[in-house]
């Protein structure tokens, strides 16, 4: 299996990045049921091609420029085979005390390597910890924001001496959380990722979507419209979540003026930097980060673009105890000796159970180095600017977003329709596999660097591609 795995992925451009399946193929390949006795080893082995593979689309394809990345690398695999063969399950330190203090000192390393405040890291009231996807790093903290919130201004019936019974009190303040519960708001740009919107649904609150500029990006005018007109309608502004790097186009709410309003009007401020939190870790990017200092929460993904294999979505708090008070639940059987002395992950996460996700960190950040990291992403900035130079270079072509990191947006000039016309078509040829975006009206494609393994020769591939199949679209 090894072997395969290293032939599969060093071999890769040899398969087609998007599967060439129609819906249901698998079930017609294998048994109603399950084998009764064992099988040979060799017999599986054989159905991985014959069953699994037609059904895969290729991530770590340098064809494959859809999305964004997922990131894959040696070290990483390697210690996924470790974390696996280890099967811990690390909810408390107890139950294994490498798995929680390995993600401490790691967190703490990625932390400094792209300049976060000393607030966010341990060794004071806050941390970092690895969730499974920036989904759940949302709604995590907004489920944190909104219990903090309504905890703080529930007028605590236990301190007045007016008669009322407990039973009474404990209705009034029953009430009185269901009333502030019924008029939050969370705040987040047009532009933002689903899971946000999904996050408020999920967290059983209100949402507001604030209009994005002209470059996509939130802005504090507009956060402030926003607030003033909730507040006015009777509601209570209470989470706010800036994007950095949005999955539309890569856009970049701007948190120097975010980040003061939400102090202002005290807002927890979440900041979800799920792809381009990566590129923090190069000097030349740090920039886009500057504002964190107004943060409650930081979020974003290794597993995108650091070389880290899926899951790992590193998540800083300023303050632990904000998340232990909303979370903690502490049976009988769970408790330990080193309660207090040592974080119990299980009570800054929605699950119970977690992997040992930091091992693959650690893994990747010894045997990469900072520098390795920050060649793999200037690397790959250098590709889409590469391919951006390609798409300005023919008159058909607009360029629609900002190139910053390893996203360019493009459209044909002729339109919305055409521009539709030709990602069908190069869906359908399946020599590279793209997604549209839409913003305000504009349908583009977004042709991003994906694979560790892209090169120059790749990125112009692709574009001769396009090129071939625009000239078909476009007489």
């Excluded at 932390?111 to 969730?131: D, M, N, R, S, T």
């Excluded at 960190?361 to 900035?381: A, D, S």
């Excluded at 919305?416 to 494609?445: C, H, M, T, W």
């Amino acid at each position: 299996m090894v072997d395969y795995v290293a032939d599969y992925l060093e071999n890769i451009r040899d398969r087609p990045p998007l599967a060439q399946v129609k819906p249901g193929y698998l079930r017609a390949l294998i048994p109603e049921e399950a084998p009764q006795d064992s099988e040979p080893w060799e017999e599986l082995f054989k159905d991985i091609e014959r069953v699994i593979m037609p059904g895969i689309t290729h991530w770590h394809s340098p064809k494959f420029h859809a999305y964004f990345p997922t990131a894959n690398s040696y070290p990483a695999i390697c210690a996924d085979i470790l974390s696996d063969a280890i099967g811990c399950i690390g909810f408390t330190w107890i139950a294994s005390p490498a798995c929680t203090e390995l993600e401490m000192v790691v967190l703490d390393w990625l932390g400094k390597a792209i300049q976060l405040p000393k607030e966010f890291l341990f060794g004071g009231e806050g941390g970092g910890v690895i969730h499974s996807t920036a989904s759940e790093a949302t709604l995590l903290t907004l489920l944190a924001a909104r219990s903090k919130h309504v905890h703080e201004n529930t007028p605590d019936k236990s301190l007045q001496n007016d008669g009322t019974t407990n039973n009474e009190a404990d209705r009034d303040i029953h009430c009185a959380k269901t009333s502030i519960m019924s008029k939050l708001v969370a705040y987040f740009s047009d532009e933002a990722h689903s899971s946000v919107e999904r996050a408020t649904l999920l967290g059983a609150v209100r949402c507001h979507k604030v209009p994005s500029d002209d470059r996509n990006c939130m802005r504090g005018k507009a956060l402030k419209a926003a607030i003033l007109e909730d507040k006015a309608n009777g509601l209570i502004p209470f989470y706010c979540v800036a994007t950095l790097g949005t999955t539309t186009s890569c856009a970049f709410d701007n948190l120097l003026e975010i980040g003061p309003i939400c102090a202002e009007e005290k807002l927890w401020l979440h900041i979800d930097a799920a792809y381009a939190g990566s590129s923090f870790i190069c000097p030349e990017f740090r920039h886009l980060l500057n504002g964190v200092e107004f943060a409650d929460s930081f979020n974003f993904n290794p597993h995108k673009w650091m070389l880290v294999n899926f899951d790992c979505s590193t998540l800083w708090v300023k303050s632990s105890k904000d998340l232990i008070e909303t979370f903690h639940v502490d049976p009988l059987y769970l408790k330990h000796h080193g309660q207090g002395l040592m974080p119990d992950f299980k009570d800054w996460q929605i699950p119970l159970g977690r992997r040992f996700r930091s091992l693959k960190l650690w893994f990747v950040m010894r045997l990469y180095g900072v520098k390795g990291l920050q060649e793999h992403i200037r690397k790959q900035v250098s590709l889409a600017k590469e391919f951006e130079s390609l798409v300005r270079s023919d008159d058909r072509f607009e360029v629609t977003n900002d190139v910053q990191m390893g996203l360019v947006c493009f459209r044909l000039k002729s339109g919305n329709e055409p521009s539709k016309a030709l990602l069908n078509l190069i869906n359908s040829d399946s020599r590279i596999y793209l997604v549209p975006s839409q913003s305000k009206g504009i349908f583009y494609l977004r042709f991003s660097i994906c694979s560790a393994k892209t090169e120059s020769e790749d990125v112009r591939s692709s574009w001769k591609v396009i090129q071939e199949l625009t000239d078909k679209v476009v007489c």
